[in-house]
């Protein structure tokens, strides 16, 4: 596992992008329970930020878990997300169109879209760790993803 909180952000793409096969091989068809995966890479206790705790590929495609804590605010350079909250309720902070950033709640079923260059961070607010599944474009070789706004 990796600790996001106070490391560069660009560890998650990587880590999506060089998936373990102990979840699953990329050319063939498996089935794999997220509970599975969260018992076997638990966020440490203690860790206040988040960690990639699996990924999942078939193909050039890929799926990461995430589990989180907190997130501070920061912004991706070359890649873009789509998050899907299957567990946890939370605040997320995330730039508008405008530049200004706003704060919402979120929770289980919500989807974010985090097109590249905008800023986003978040924290839950409950007892329940935050898990979403991480949909991401492949970051291109020699490229600084993240950088951190705060």
């Keep these: 596992m990796m600790s996001l909180s ?5 560890a998650v793409a990587l880590i999506i992008l060089t998936a373990s096969s102990a979840f699953a091989d990329p050319e063939t068809i498996s089935v794999t329970r997220l509970e599975t995966i969260l018992k076997q890479n638990p966020l440490p206790p203690g860790d206040p930020g988040a960690s990639m705790v699996g990924s ?3 193909g050039e495609a890929s799926l990461g ?7 501070r605010l920061h912004h991706h350079v070359a890649q873009d997300h789509v998050l899907y909250l299957v567990r946890g309720t939370g ?9 200004a950033i706003e704060t919402r709640s979120i929770g289980p079923g919500d989807i974010l879209t985090l097109p590249r ?3 986003h961070g ?5 007892d329940e760790d935050l898990v979403f599944l991480v ?12 950088t951190y706004d705060e």
């Design 135 to 146: 949909a991401a474009n492949p970051v291109p070789s020699g490229v600084e993803e993240t």
């Design 117 to 119: 260059g905008r800023k």
């Design 6 to 10: 106070g490391r560069c952000v660009a």
């Design 65 to 71: 878990v995430l589990v989180m804590r907190e997130n």
């Design 56 to 58: 999942l590929r078939a």
């Design 122 to 126: 978040f924290k839950k607010s409950s």
């Design 91 to 99: 605040i997320a902070r995330l730039e508008s169109a405008n530049g």
